[in-house]
């Protein structure tokens, strides 16, 4: 094998480690509010959310990784392309590490992102980057919370209205079993859009290293691409299955107190935001999207009950995420481009 291959061997090996690191720094946001109400324990719920993040690869089309293979002009004749991938991978889990050990829940979509973009920049400058991608995904940093907001406020005034006559205690334990399925359908949200992007960077990568067709469609029917879905949703299931207990109590716990009833509407909201968004082909970010959720259950009780000042800081973490992984992306590459490519 060629010093090349190599490189692109161990590039996908570095992807598939950064889908176990997206796993288990996402898995929060899969399980945090049905361990948050008790419903689960932690174990059981990453369990849980681990084997519908594995499905998801059943439910949904790979609009998301095409979205993601474009975010960068390959040039399948130029190898430096593959390098450009490497560093935007190892930018993209070197911020993820570092939220991850602080617990702010930030965007590893975003982070991947800005990671393969900063080093596309630092290589080939503005024109190597594909911005209408990169336009619509960050348009959706502000569009995904928002809209798990505005539908997690909805459904839970919904549900109030429905179950007013209930009896409290019979309400928390209707919903403790309902809970088991809006975090499931979070789960298949969290594993089809998630996976997806991870999916993207490989195809990419050997659109770069010229091993793939860049018309070449992401299908279980074909034998060339279908070790890509099975690996990346494996991957993704390992990861949340290891869990994030330190983000989960950022999530479930620091933002606003959840009962079963709120639970429910905050996955639901979120499932279908991230359901929405899958369908069209735009990666989001699944801490947005809860984050979002939980702040709307929790503003139809009182403003005053949710922990603002927890929110500003993840939402601080969230302007800084791409721009903070595309700098470390794109200093990795020159660094490397000097000691190496010259």
């Known amino acids: 094998m060629t010093p090349l291959m190599y490189v692109i061997i161990g590039t996908v090996g570095i992807a598939l480690i950064f889908d176990i690191i997206n796993g288990f720094h996402d898995s929060a946001n899969s399980i945090a509010t049905v361990v948050s ?5 932690p174990a059981a719920a990453v369990l849980w959310a681990a084997f519908f993040n594995f499905i998801a690869m059943f439910i949904f089309a790979p609009h998301v990784a095409d979205t993601v293979a474009k975010i960068v002009r390959i040039d399948g004749t ?4 593959v390098y450009v991938v490497l560093c935007g991978l190892i930018g993209a889990i ?10 702010i829940p930030t965007s590893s979509s975003h982070a991947l992102i800005g990671g393969v973009a900063g080093a596309g920049l630092a290589y080939r400058g503005l024109d190597v980057i594909h911005w209408d991608s990169i336009w619509k995904t960050v348009k959706f940093i502000a569009l995904a919370p928002m809209l798990g907001l505005i539908m997690a406020f909805i459904i839970m005034v919904a549900v109030f209205w429905i179950f007013r006559r209930w009896r409290p205690t019979s309400v928390d334990r209707f919903f403790r079993k309902g809970q088991l399925l809006s975090a499931a359908l979070y789960s298949l949200g969290h594993g089809g859009n998630d996976a997806q992007k991870t999916m993207g960077i490989i195809m990419a990568l050997l659109m770069a290293g010229g091993l793939m067709n860049p018309d070449t469609q992401l299908s279980l029917t074909r034998w060339n691409t279908l070790w890509i879905i099975l690996s990346c949703h494996l991957a993704m299931a390992i990861g949340t299955a290891l869990g994030g207990w330190r983000i ?11 009962r079963p009833v709120g639970g429910f509407c905050a996955e ?3 499932a279908a935001t991230l359901f929405f968004a899958t369908h069209l082909g735009i990666p989001v970010s699944t801490t947005h999207t809860i984050t979002g959720a939980i702040i709307g259950v929790g503003a139809t009780n009182k403003l005053s009950g949710i922990k603002w000042g927890v929110a500003g800081r993840i ?3 969230w302007l800084f995420t791409i721009p903070a992984s595309g ?4 200093g990795g590459f020159l660094l490397l481009q000097y000691l190496v490519l010259n």
Do not use: H
């Open 37 to 41: 109400t008790r419903v689960l324990s």
């Open 268 to 270: 639901t909201s979120g």
């Open 315 to 317: 939402v601080w973490a």
């Open 248 to 258: 989960v109590k950022t999530m479930g716990m620091k933002i606003a107190k959840l």
């Open 78 to 81: 130029d190898s430096v392309y």
């Open 94 to 103: 070197i911020w993820d590490l570092i939220t991850w050990w602080l617990a």
């Open 327 to 330: 700098l470390i992306s794109a």
